[in-house]
């Protein structure tokens, strides 16, 4: 079942172990496309029209969005850019729901950025860290009860977050105050604190949800 919304099942076609190590051969396929510079013209040439055959074997012409149609929520998570198994774009982060000393439900995520996530020279892009945090607070949010669309995200960067090492993201809900719900994250390298993050999150009316995500059963 998905976690992002409880009792619908994860989409067949994105939940797979088969579709996982698609997502992880073209992951590292963009972090070598980063990093590597003395490749000769001919090869990139080559290279990229190997790339555009393996497009076209999957099923998919040159037009842009291609066979691409609106999915139910319920099989989001498999697809997130952060934390999606089924995504070439999420840097992985593998993600646990733990329980705090005070009995709340908390999200604890592990993970690496690589090549493609820089921002200055050897360390993560900003925009990138707060992308992290609004999806952890986001589950955070969903495993304490209180799901809910970020209203405001507010992020600290206290340290430059390094590329290629292990970062620890927690994330828990701080208060709920009818349908706001304020959270926060933490994010670490090792035992230095490189970000944290406050976010309020609203919960929309079920007219407004409707509206939205269309009904649910």
């Known amino acids: 079942m998905s976690e992002a919304a409880p009792g619908i099942p994860d989409s067949a076609a994105y939940a797979t172990p088969e579709r996982a ?24 040439h080559t290279v990229a029209q190997e790339i555009e055959q393996l497009t076209f ?44 000393d005070d009995g709340s439900q ?40 209180n799901p809910g669309m970020t209203a405001r995200l507010v992020v600290h960067y206290r340290k430059p977050t390094p590329l290629f ?17 304020m959270s926060r994250a933490e994010m670490y390298d090792g035992d230095t604190l490189t970000a944290e993050a406050e976010g309020l999150f609203v919960q929309p009316r079920p007219e407004l949800a409707e509206k939205y995500f269309g009904p649910r059963s």
């Open 21 to 44: 190590e698609l997502a992880s051969a073209i992951r590292n396929l963009i972090d070598t496309v980063m990093s590597v510079e003395d490749v000769e013209a001919e090869t990139l």
């Open 165 to 181: 090492r292990e970062l620890l993201l927690r994330a828990w809900v701080d208060r709920v105050e009818g349908r706001r719900v």
């Open 106 to 145: 908390a999200v604890e995520a592990r993970g690496t950025f690589g090549a493609a996530y820089e921002g200055p020279p050897s360390f993560v892009h900003g925009g990138w860290v707060a992308c992290a945090f609004d999806e952890v607070l986001g589950i955070a949010n969903i495993a304490s009860g």
């Open 57 to 100: 074997r999957l099923g998919r012409g040159r037009d842009e969005g291609a066979g691409y149609r609106p999915r139910s929520h319920g099989d989001y998570l498999p697809r997130s850019p952060i934390v999606g198994e089924a995504s070439p774009l999420s840097p992985r982060l593998d993600w646990e729901i733990v329980t705090r």
